[in-house]
């Protein structure tokens, strides 16, 4: 199945830019917190994430580029066997698949271009029939 779960934009100023994408295109973050946030699209998710944030969740590294794009899958189990299968197909393994700090399971590789790609299961976010990522609904909502 074809599947973009998440855009990750690296952001320096996290307050402006939740600022600038309400004003521009009236967007209202999902999910809000200290290095990140979350806006729920149409099939995808957005996230916007300072440098320092990256770092630490990502590959420990300096950011790469402007974006990193991610592939959620509804297992660990299916994360190793989608590292593996990019692996044999020409990617450059960049961060074995781990158990991570917001209680996910992810690994990155970077494609032939060097473009960064996660592949990640996160257990609270719903993957529905036709493969579209959710974010869960909002505590008293």
Not at 24 to 46: C, E, I, M
């Amino acid at each position: 199945m074809q599947r973009l779960s998440l855009i990750s934009l690296i952001v320096d100023d996290l307050p402006g830019a939740i600022t600038f994408y309400g004003d521009a295109f009236g967007w209202k973050p999902h999910t809000r917190h200290d290095s990140l946030v979350f806006y729920q699209g149409n099939g995808f998710v957005l996230g916007l994430m300072t440098p320092s944030g990256w770092e630490e969740e990502a590959t420990g590294q300096p950011r790469p580029g402007p974006a990193c794009v991610a592939i959620n899958l509804p297992s660990p189990e299916e994360v190793d066997t989608a590292v593996a299968q990019a692996v044999s197909a020409g990617a450059t393994l960049v961060k074995d698949p781990v158990t991570v700090s917001w209680g996910g399971y992810s690994g990155y590789v970077t494609d032939p271009w060097n473009n960064l790609i996660e592949i990640a299961h996160n257990p609270d976010w719903p993957i529905t029939a036709d493969g579209r990522t959710l974010l869960p609904p909002l505590e008293g909502s």
